[in-house]
């Protein structure tokens, strides 16, 4: 191809598009990457704050179609209500309260938002395009330190609700506050240890490696079943969603944390959950559902690349993602609150204790495939490793639901209930209908 | 880089000392924490510019993160009443005399301490690391040692924790409860677990 000589020197080298930039170019040192991040940013940042605005539409009409209902339909058919919901919020009086701790009541709408806007930028979202100055990887900031970045960042996010509750000098807001930190510090242990057998199948907390590993040998949510589930129950409770939104019960603190807020600033904590909840969908997909990687196609997720590849693995991205939003809202318009002792106990006495026996499981696990000298890559095409810890996780699963459930709702659906558990179960049923029948004779 | 590299540098520094200084003169034990919530997050950003991410990570982590937290919870649960009556100010002279001190022992540090070996020898050790948690992930540099070279310092500090879980737990515990767990009650394992929680 033939060049210009009036071009810049940086197009008039050959650059192979398969190849990561080249640190030379229209700006010294620093070209072609910093171009590349400024792209990337500018368009992620709109696509996920329009994504936020439309999940709160999503959540409106999931709930409506769940409970049978229509949902919004004015604002052209319903499309326009998160338009009209930002437009209400910026008109809205922006009320301060006497007894409020004025720079922390202002402080605290701003440090809920912005870790939960800067988690994304470790997360890689497509297969790398390659274009004409080197090739443009699909994810912000390729951090060595991975997801250990979101945990951290995402323990800073509980911040912004204390503050919140704490500065606005309200018995409510406080027990919001209260709540928020005790809760999110105990998940956050359980959400941190989950991730661990993660580290020990793939060797580095870098995402983009995890996602490597996941094409090659079966991803993990089928090798570290258990991981995946307590990951799944700990990001509910980090982003204070149903059936964990104990910090903003509703019928119990009118509004939580956020009681004394209006407009704008109670909006920033309505997108920040928003937010929160999709970089923890996207953390999902990405530790335990394979990432931007599409299942059993080897040709899409691999090198050479190609821009139609970046597109079919960004879609397969998005699918896993919203599936997860998805999962969220069916949950909360499904489940009831747990009672505060409830969710206490459930993260110290169940999750915990659970998942450092299975990090201690799964490092047995790999110690003694290794020393019977399984390989970890697929051997003959056929991935040995991950099916041995296939077949754990499945015996374990079943052990769990047996244990886990006492007795309550699977094991009277598969089998007859014992002829001693039903005499208890009928001594318990009578007691109860004979204090009924008390209470209300007491009434009359 | 080196130009940014340094504006970004002195401007943590910076930032982290005079947090750190904004932290110790806060009457409000509120405003206290959040102060030394951003040392510390100023400090993580210099580990991190030193190519050290897993430990600045962890900070943020640990730190910010968690303990900063569990303070945040304590002090507000107390709810520590009015901030002039319970700072712990004794005067203008108690003041003077503190930062007077502060002042002599930085100059002592900054002035007596010598360099036992020349700051090549650093800079190589430091370069070599680099280069290692290029190769092998950022977490090897520091996983390895700690497993490996210093395994009985790291499994005897668990041991000082697990003692110390053990004493809070002894400590928190409610003298006038007797020994049968309300679990034994029949039917009601369920909610029993969860009142022994309380």
Known sequence: MLLP????????????????????????????PLIYTIVKLLIVFTVYMVGVALLTLAERKISAWIQDRLGPNRVIKGWG??????????????????????PLFLLAPAMAFIPALTVWAVIPFAAPLPLRWGRM??????????????????????????????ASNNKYALLGGLRSSAQMVSYEIAMGMSTVPILLLAGDVSLSTIVRQQEQNGWYV????????????????????????????????????????????????????????VTASALMATLFFGGWTVPFWHAVNNAPWAWWK?????????????????????????LPRFRYDQLMSLGWKILLPLTIGYVVVIAGATLGLDALGVPRTPWHGWPVYSLCLLALNIGLIGLLFVVADRGRLISPASARVRAAELARLRAVRQRSTLAHEATSGAGD | MTLFYHFCFYLFGLVAVASACVFVTRKSPVAAALW???????????????????????????????????????IMLLNLGEPARIADARGTLWYIGAGGLAIVVLAAMMVRLPHPLPIETFRIAADSLVTEARATGAVAPVAVPLFTEYLLAFEVTSVLLLAAVVGAVVLGRKRNESDAGPASQPGTAGTGTAAHAR
């Open chain 1, 81 to 102: 209500q998160p338009l009209a919901d930002g437009v209400k919020n910026f008109m809205k009086e922006e009320t301060l309260p006497d007894a409020a701790n004025k």
């Open chain 1, 310 to 334: 970046t597109a079919i693995t960004l879609g397969a991205f998005l699918f896993k993602v919203l599936f997860f939003l998805f999962f969220y809202m069916w949950i909360r318009w499904t």
């Open chain 1, 137 to 166: 990887d699909m994810v912000l900031a390729d951090l060595p330190i991975g997801y250990l970045y979101i945990l951290a960042l995402a323990s800073l996010g509980v911040f912004g609700v204390v503050l919140a509750g704490w």
């Open chain 2, 36 to 74: 030394l919530v951003n040392v510390l997050f100023c400090i993580a950003a210099l580990f991190v510019l030193l190519d050290a991410q897993f430990i600045g990570a962890i900070q943020v982590l640990v730190y910010a993160g968690a303990i900063m937290v569990v303070f945040l919870f304590v």
């Open chain 1, 5 to 32: 000589a009036s071009l810049p020197p940086m197009l008039q080298r050959i650059v192979d598009p398969q190849a990561p930039p080249a640190d030379v170019g229209f700006f010294g040192p620093i070209g072609v």
């Open chain 1, 222 to 277: 089928l090798t570290l079943t258990v991981a995946c589930f307590i990951f799944i129950v700990s990001a509910f409770a980090e982003t204070n969603r149903l059936p964990f939104d104990l910090p903003e019960a509703e019928s119990e603190l009118i509004a939580g944390y956020h009681t004394e807020y209006s407009a704008m600033k109670f909006s920033l904590f309505f997108i920040a959950e928003y937010a929160n909840m």
